[in-house]
């Protein structure tokens, strides 16, 4: 007999890192706007939610798959580029836990930030149903992207 909780562990970083790959290949196919969402599409569930720091430029919650499309779109929009280095996982049940270095230039202001981002993923049933992003500095972060006024 398998214990659920040895094995959603590995569940959820297979999804997680699955998920990892297809963005990848998303933002090479041209990312929002140019991309099929599809890449990602089965990775997320149709009701997942995220959760942005409301203090962002991409600020709010974002729902569903439309809502994930949408958020790529406000990134992209925000961001000349947004690379992850050094990722670390840690997962439990169905909470997967992934700390990234983040190297960011925005497009308006051109300023570049190095940063942490921790961020919570709560996988059921093989999809992603929730993500909570925690960045270090949501100022510093907004202030990068805004030109003065």
Known sequence: MTNPEVSS????????????AAEADYLSAGGPGKASFQLLAPFFSPDVVLHQA???????????HEGLERFFLAMSRTWESFDFADRQFLATGD????????????????????????????????????????YWDTGAIAGACQTSV
């Open 9 to 20: 562990p590995t569940d959820s970083m297979s999804v997680l890192t699955g998920m990892y």
């Open 54 to 64: 409301a203090s962002l430029p991409y600020g709010g919650t974002w729902r569903g």
């Open 95 to 134: 909470t997967a836990v992934v700390l990234f270095q983040v190297r960011a230039r925005a497009r308006a202001t051109g300023r570049e930030l190095a940063f942490p981002l921790l961020q919570t993923s709560r996988v059921v049933d093989g999809r992603i149903t929730e993500v909570h992003p925690f």
